[in-house]
């Protein structure tokens, strides 16, 4: 057999195991809620709008069947803003205070600050700035994996790859 067949025979092997492999992953899907957060210029306080937003996706999250639930706060700042650093870290701390008063245990809240620029600042309907400081993203630990909850009826996924 000569070189170059054993080698187009050994892409084909390669490239069917592949796809074996992909194939498992495609039925997974993507289960989290998440809250943005905008709030004033300068202001590290959240608003009842603030605490409306977080509460519902907390809400959610708690439908989950047997799981914890973690939480991630990118609480940030942009660079029009005074004294950002301060203001990353009061978000950081009064959106993390009011995650636990609604039940999130401290061990499962991480945090990550950032400094936001111009051009992150999103468009409202009416064409107006909207300069959001504050992201919580909330996802399930589970013990081992969690892909057992993309067949759960209790469970909504907010994606999932559709096989033909």
Known sequence: M????????????????MSACLYGIAGACTIGEEAEIELPFDKSALTNANRLAIANAVIEAKKWPDV??????????????????RLKEGRARNVKAYLQQLGISSQNILIEK???????????????????????????????????????????????????
């Open 2 to 17: 000569s070189r170059k067949l054993k080698t187009r025979g050994s892409a084909i092997v390669a490239a069917l195991a």
């Open 68 to 85: 914890e639930i973690q939480a991630v706060i990118m609480a940030g700042a942009y660079t029009a803003e005074h004294d950002i650093d």
């Open 114 to 164: 950032h400094t936001f620029t111009d051009e992150m600042v999103v468009k409202r309907p009416d064409g107006t700035p909207g300069y959001r400081q504050v992201f919580v993203e909330f996802k399930p630990i589970c013990k081992g994996s969690c892909a057992w909850m993309c067949d759960d009826p209790r469970v909504t996924p907010h994606s999932r790859v559709i096989n033909p």
